[in-house]
């Protein structure tokens, strides 16, 4: 992160709210303190010059650090921070360095210093590593921060290396109690964090193994990556990954260890190869250290910050690179030995982690017993949803037994879950050429299917499915011959052939029931339930089918069935509650995250927390949902369905909203990837042609689309009113329009929608009372947002404008208002222009009316959750909204009721 010092990365990752928090103190032009804590190579330094980056011209900056040892330099960091500059009077230098003047002297020689250097001017003035900062320059500190003018005050410092014997313990226990200070704590980077500044050294989206990897190795500690990509001048993440630490960053690492006694060193050396987790009592056993001992060392070792407490009688390194640096200069003798002692203790102990026998196994040389536990531990771990583990663990034992079926299968799925899919193919491909049973190849092509979908390989997809037809004609009715079907079922289904889905779920289910296959009877269920959900005539008998599912496959630990058949519920037909909605999305993740299954625990999660904003209308809290998503996923290099995954809905969202230059953007984005849905990039293209209102690019685009539509083999609805209301905007002729509503409409549309385009089409045609007679029809369906229902509304009103009825319009007017209160862009205009014709006042004119009666119905919700006593934070949760959302809601309440307080609020929503 410190590119000022030669770093890796062009820009500051992470660091975003924090650098607006400082940037809003420095422009306050008021005096402010701040103080920013971290562990070294955390990014406090490049943080605080990203800081002085923003500042206005005419702002004095004065930077100072300070160095080990000057606890004995007096006004060391004053000194720093002056250094060079000619406009430092010689004379008030000379007062300041003269230890016969006394401290007070002094310290008001300082602070002159200062007041000349900074005069009326705003300021940002920095003292840098306060932990190594002279008494005399933490009391320069102190005063600075009493005294009044534009100015603000920066200290850094390394909370583990603070001890009261140190000037700035007190130093900053006054602060606390004398100033407001703004406390900065700079964590590690998360490891979407760790991704993203990879691609920002490297140009370009890193793969996820490499960046999973890399920020195992470093921690995220922003220093660490970076000496590490130094090392590497050609990127190749790879190849980094398994790079010997450079002797410059080991020899600072080992720094820390290199002065303990040989008893101290022994134990140490013995915890490196313990492996990443540190049980005390296999420690003790390995080197034989007696119990008071080892407390003795373990404790000097923790006040170090070599190691850390993680657990109940567990340790960990603070920095895994600090393992690696102590294990890099042992004999590989002397790690053998101790791995074969961890490894006895273990197994003697009947030990029920696999992954540290494993560990100590290969070590030692021991590959019979690696093999044994990595097998187990790639069940176990696939059990427990720890996939990543899992994957480690099963390649482990492939290095020895690279045709072990067992293996394999564990390696697939657990890839396959971790979102690995390039991974998860390979081995599933040697999973199937190996099986040494039909059930065992009809599980592995099962698989196959899948991740052909999800990377997008639909002629692969045609070619495992040809395959199961002709290993079914070979099987006897059994077990083999149900999971296969089941496999055909869900290439059916996820190929569009919804028809032959059902077909083969009935015959899949027919041999479950049979033979006793229970989980062949769930996979079947959760196909059929998936498949009659697309439907709007069956779509009510799908989620009978897949709620009761989801009940069934929790109590069994199908944990990866019951989060698929939840997924379909929450991105099928909307709840009629917003409730069970939020509820359905939580306990996705929760069984997401129990199997470990990366892409619906992470990217569908805030898919689905958008979802659930656009039901309750709230356009804002949608985008950021999604904007959040996307910045989490972009730097990870994915192929196939998982390739910028938020782009196609977020980008809609910002045809919502009118954000034309965002859209440009995300589709140049999109049309980068291969194997695009056909019909993305075309019908993105003509939105954004008409609502810029680029008629010949529309036109062009349209026939693109048309063509497109012939490839695609559903048909969607929500797509058709979009890009009607989109043709409607540009005023393209009525007979293109109907050309459009043939090719986007089929059977199998919900109803709703299609009643909304007809009307929409009715309208552009002249015919009125037909298309009001439409609109009204659906004024109050469920399966239409909150958003979509405004516009029914405008629309009906429009038609009633044109009968002359304006009471009705009016009336139509006015229940448009609440739906689109949190909406923006065209839906709102239109509103906006249907109001003036009726010569109503606009929507943001001030509210004639107060009180409760002046919320929208979204800030009536929020209300009484403040009367409950939540916080942002709490709110946020609740409503899977973003903090910023929540702020505000609140902020809007308290001025619409006129009220300063959260507790205001509560009395008076009581009252009301």
């Not at 690995?420 to 009809?442: I, K, M, N, S, V």
Request: net charge negative; aromatic share 4%.
């Amino acid at each position: 992160m410190r590119t000022i010092r030669g770093g890796a990365s062009p820009v500051m990752i992470g660091r975003d709210s924090e650098l607006r928090r400082l940037a809003r103190l420095a422009s306050a032009r008021e005096p402010a303190v701040a103080i920013i804590a971290g562990e070294p190579g955390i990014g406090k330094t490049r943080l605080v010059h990203e800081l002085l980056a923003t500042v206005p011209a005419g702002t004095v900056v004065l930077v100072g650090q300070a160095e080990p040892g000057s606890l004995s330099r007096p006004y060391e960091v004053l000194l720093d921070a002056i250094d060079g500059r000619p406009e430092v009077d010689e004379d008030q230098l000379a007062a300041l360095a003269d230890a016969e003047r006394s401290p007070v002297e002094r310290l008001h020689t300082g602070l002159a210093i200062l007041s000349d250097l900074i005069g009326d001017s705003p300021a940002v003035i920095v003292f840098e590593d306060l932990h190594w900062a002279d008494s005399e320059s933490a009391a320069l500190f102190e005063r600075i921060a009493d005294q009044r003018g534009p100015r603000l005050l920066i200290g850094t410092y390394r909370p583990d290396e603070v001890t009261r014997r140190q000037p700035v313990a007190g130093l900053l226990a006054r602060l606390e109690r004398r100033h407001a200070v703004t406390h900065v704590r700079l964590d590690r980077l998360t490891p979407a964090q760790t991704a993203a500044m990879l691609a920002a050294a490297t140009g370009a989206p890193a793969p996820m193994r490499a960046a999973t990897a890399l920020h195992h190795r470093t921690g995220g500690n922003p220093f660490f990556l970076e000496e590490l990509l130094r090392a590497l001048p050609g990127y190749d993440l790879e190849a980094l990954v398994e790079q010997p630490l450079p002797w410059s960053l080991a020899d600072v690492l080992r720094r820390q260890v290199d002065d303990l006694d040989p008893v101290s060193h022994r134990i140490v050396e013995a915890a490196t190869v313990l492996g990443h987790r540190i049980p005390f009592d296999l420690l003790a056993d390995v080197t034989g250290a007696g119990e008071d001992e080892l407390i003795a060392v373990l404790r000097d070792l923790v006040t170090r910050g070599v190691l850390v407490e993680s657990g109940e009688d567990e340790f960990a390194f603070r920095h895994a690179l600090v393992r690696e640096a102590i294990a890099d200069q042992m004999l590989g003798r002397q790690r053998r030995r101790l791995h074969e002692a961890a490894l006895d203790v273990l197994l003697s102990g009947g030990s029920s982690d696999p992954a540290m026998v494993a560990h100590h196994a290969r070590g030692a040389g021991r590959y019979e017993d690696m093999i044994a536990a990595a097998r187990s531990g790639t069940a176990l771990y696939l059990s427990i949803g720890s996939a990543y583990q899992a994957l480690q663990l099963a390649e482990m034992g492939l290095d020895e037994v690279p045709e072990d079926t067992d293996l394999l299968a564990g390696a697939a799925r657990a890839a396959w879950l971790a979102g690995l899919l390039d991974d998860a193919q390979r081995y599933g491909r040697r999973w199937r050429d190996l099986a040494a049973t039909a059930t065992d190849r009809a599980e592995s092509l099962y698989l196959l299917v899948r991740i052909a979908w999800e990377s997008r390989e639909t002629d692969d997809m045609r070619a495992l499915t040809h395959d199961i037809e002709t290993l079914i004609a070979q099987l006897p009715p059994g077990a083999g011959q149900a999971r296969a079907m089941t496999a055909i079922a869900q290439s059916a289904y996820l190929r569009d052939e919804l028809d032959a889905a059902l077909l083969w779920c009935d015959r899949a289910l027919a041999l479950a029931d049979e033979f006793g296959l229970p989980d062949v009877r769930l996979a079947a269920l959760l196909e059929k339930g998936s498949t009659l959900s697309e439907r709007p005539h069956t779509a009510a008998d799908g989620r009978k089918i897949l709620s009761g599912l989801v009940d069934e496959a929790e109590e069994a630990g199908e944990w990866v069935l019951a989060a698929r058949a939840l997924h379909t519920l929450v991105s099928g037909e909307p709840p009629t509650s917003p409730a069970e909605h939020a509820e359905a999305l939580e306990r996705m993740r929760v069984d997401a995250e129990r199997a470990g299954f990366e892409s619906l625990a992470v990217a569908t999660y805030f898919q689905g927390r958008a979802r659930l904003a656009v039901r309750a209308g709230d356009l804002g809290a949608a985008i950021t949902a999604l904007e959040e998503g996307r910045e989490q996923d972009r730097s990870y290099r994915r192929r196939g369905r998982w390739a910028d995954y938020h782009g196609v809905f977020l980008a809609g969202l910002y045809l919502e909203a009118g954000e034309f230059d965002q859209v440009e953007q995300l589709v140049a984005d999109l049309a980068a990837l291969p194997n695009n849905p056909p019909t993305t990039i075309p019908g993105l293209a003509f939105h954004l042609a008409c609502r810029r209102g680029d008629l010949p690019r529309a036109e062009a685009t349209l026939n693109d689309l048309v063509a497109a539509m012939a490839a695609q083999t559903w048909r969607s609805g929500e797509q058709a009113h979009d890009l009607i209301s989109a043709a409607l905007e540009i005023g393209l002729p009525a007979h293109r329009l109907d050309q459009m509503a043939t090719v986007l409409l089929d059977d199998d549309v919900w109803d709703a929608y299609r009643t909304l385009v007809d009307a929409q089409v009715a309208e552009a045609h002249g015919r009125h009372a037909e298309a009001l007679a439409g609109y009204l029809s659906i004024t109050d369906s469920h399966t239409l947002g909150p958003a979509i229902r405004g516009t029914v509304r405008v629309g009906a009103a429009r038609c009633l404008l044109a009968a002359d009825r304006r009471a009705e319009a009016t009336a139509q007017v006015e229940a448009a208002v609440p739906l689109l209160a949190e909406w923006r862009g065209w839906r709102v205009a239109q509103l906006a222009q249907v109001r003036a014709q009726l010569g109503m006042a606009p929507i943001d004119a001030p509210p004639a009316v107060t009180g409760p009666a002046a919320l929208t119905p979204r800030e009536r919700e929020v209300a009484v959750l403040i009367s409950d006593g939540l916080t942002n934070n709490e709110l946020a949760r609740r409503l899977y909204i973003s903090p910023k959302t929540a702020a505000v809601h609140v902020s809007n309440i308290l001025r619409k009721l006129g009220v300063s307080s959260r507790t205001e609020v509560g009395d008076l929503v009581g009252r009301h």
